[in-house]
């Protein structure tokens, strides 16, 4: 890392989507009203909006903000996920996004393939997964199960597994969305616990959650978004500020 103090920057990022034609919308018709001379409009929704912040090197920072605010696109956007319309997102090091864990699955095949397959698609090598096997099944706890096919698994049991393979390794750059919140209590627990050592051993982490404790309790800085905007950017006053928005919304 050349000399530069941080770790991500986000620089006039926003991200534009097309929200489709209309209800019911299909290629026949649409060739149909072509035919016709029929015009569909498109509908575009600004998910975020001139968002500038930037992460220093073993900070950790939480994202808040209302349902649809427009967190977890921008964290797809950080991880390279998707592209922004305007804007530019740097990162500096490896980066491991937990963002939907088990999309890398693939349901046919048992969980002992899925560990490989999922750990292929991450960038680990074959040799490192071999030697991290045994670590993957104890966390994950899913012993008697690794011969079974992911599809009769519960969401919670594909979510342990996912969870333990991604963090096989510390990255540099970790970002969370949601994922401490799968699983019973106790594997909740234990997730945390895994983040908390990741995190003392030096990784930046970009972290979203609805519970407030988590971020209180993880987080040096807080960003609280809503509708696609920067409110405020601080400490954990921020979470004060946020809650007293939200009663004020429901009041």
């Known amino acids: 890392m050349e000399q530069n103090q941080y770790m991500v920057e986000v620089e006039n990022v926003s991200m534009r989507f097309n929200l489709g034609i209309e209800k019911g919308f299909s290629l026949k018709q649409w060739f149909v009203d072509v035919g016709k001379g029929k015009k569909h409009e498109k509908k575009e929704f600004w998910a975020l909006t001139d968002l500038t912040f ?98 009769n698994f519960s969401s919670g049991m594909i979510a342990r597994l996912a969870f333990s393979v991604a963090t096989i390794v510390d990255p540099e750059i970790l970002i969370v969305d949601e994922i401490l919140s799968v699983g019973d209590m106790a594997f909740q627990a234990k997730s945390e616990n895994k983040m908390l050592s990741m995190i003392g051993g030096g990784t930046t982490v970009l ?28 400490g954990k006053e921020i979470c004060d500020e946020y809650i007293e928005f939200m009663n004020g919304k429901q009041g």
Request: overall charge neutral.
């Open 207 to 234: 972290f979203v959650s609805h519970s407030i404790e988590q971020i209180r309790k993880m987080c040096d800085k807080v960003v609280w978004i809503e509708h696609g905007h920067v409110q405020r950017i601080g």
């Open 54 to 151: 930037k992460v220093k090197k073993g900070e950790v920072i939480g994202f808040i903000g209302s349902n649809g605010a427009g967190k977890s696109t921008l964290l797809k956007v950080v991880a390279g996920v998707m592209k922004p319309t305007k804007g530019e997102v740097k990162t500096y090091g490896t980066v491991c996004p937990m963002i939907e864990l088990g999309a890398g699955f693939d349901y046919q095949l048992t969980a002992r393939e899925n560990i490989y397959l999922n750990g292929a698609i991450m960038g680990y090598s074959k040799e490192l997964i071999d030697r991290k096997f045994q670590e993957i099944v104890d966390f994950s706890e899913l012993q008697e199960f690794l011969d079974v096919p992911v599809q």
